[in-house]
């Protein structure tokens, strides 16, 4: 395992609810990337976190939004849940900019009905 | 922005074959190509990556080769596995943000 935690697992939502979703990045890491995997497509990016500032943005409304704590865990939060927005939500943590060092969470699936 | 194109959706091979997955991208300062395999339910796992000042990059059964003239970038296995079946990923980034494919499906046929 490579240290990467979500939590939820799993989350069932209505249109309309808010949802906030969580990760611990691995030991050491200082960055956090959240990505969106809708069913059979590659995971897209949403934003990006580095030593607590949002540090680039994908295209995804402002609904969308994050945090960073002081010990490099990190929130999701969406408001205005829409259906679309059903899918695997993985985040990634990296040290600084290595993307190369990028190790991805096991995700959380939502559902929005 | 970036953009990558991911062909084919979907492959099957013989096991004991070769697959090629190739990718384009639209951003010439992108630099930094990794590729991801995922299994049904799990998350996303480098496999090999590439810097856009090498041309080419090999580890093990698996190679990755770029042509930042023409803009792609391949991913090669040798001697496939059962194993080796997978969603696999090309991604182009530049900077802070990783842009992937939407995927191939990659079954190894017995």
């Known amino acids: 395992e490579t240290g990467v935690t979500q939590s939820p697992t799993h989350l069932i939502k209505t249109r309309g609810q808010q949802v906030t979703l969580r990760c611990s990045s691995q030991?050491?890491?200082?960055?956090v990337s959240w990505y969106q995997q809708a069913l059979g497509q590659g995971p897209q990016f949403i934003f990006q976190y580095y030593r607590e500032e949002e540090n680039g943005r994908g295209n995804f409304p402002p609904r969308f939004s994050g945090l960073q704590f002081p010990n490099y865990s990190s929130e999701l939060n969406v408001n205005a849940l829409e259906l679309d927005d059903s899918a695997l939500y993985l985040c990634?943590?990296?040290?600084?900019?290595?993307?190369?060092?990028?190790?991805f969470g096991p995700g959380t699936r939502l559902l929005v009905l | 922005g970036e953009n990558v194109e991911q062909h084919p959706s979907t492959l099957s091979v013989q096991e004991g074959d070769s697959a090629v997955i190739k990718c384009t991208y639209s951003?010439?300062?992108?630099?930094?190509f990794p590729w991801y395999k995922q299994e049904l339910g799990k998350r996303p796992q480098l496999i090999i990556d590439?810097?856009?000042?090498?041309g080419e990059k090999k580890d093990q059964r698996i190679a990755v080769t770029l042509n930042k003239t023409a803009k792609h970038f391949s991913l090669h296995i040798t001697e496939t596995q059962p194993e080796d079946s997978a969603v696999y990923f090309c991604?182009?980034?530049?900077?802070?943000?990783?842009?992937f494919g939407k995927g191939t499906r990659l079954h190894i046929l017995p």
């Open positions: 990634a943590s990296s040290f600084g900019l290595a993307l190369e060092t990028q190790y």
């Open positions: 030991s050491g890491h200082n960055t």
């Open positions: 951003d010439s300062a992108s630099n930094y």
């Open positions: 590439i810097r856009s000042n090498v």
């Open positions: 991604a182009a980034s530049k900077d802070d943000k990783i842009i």
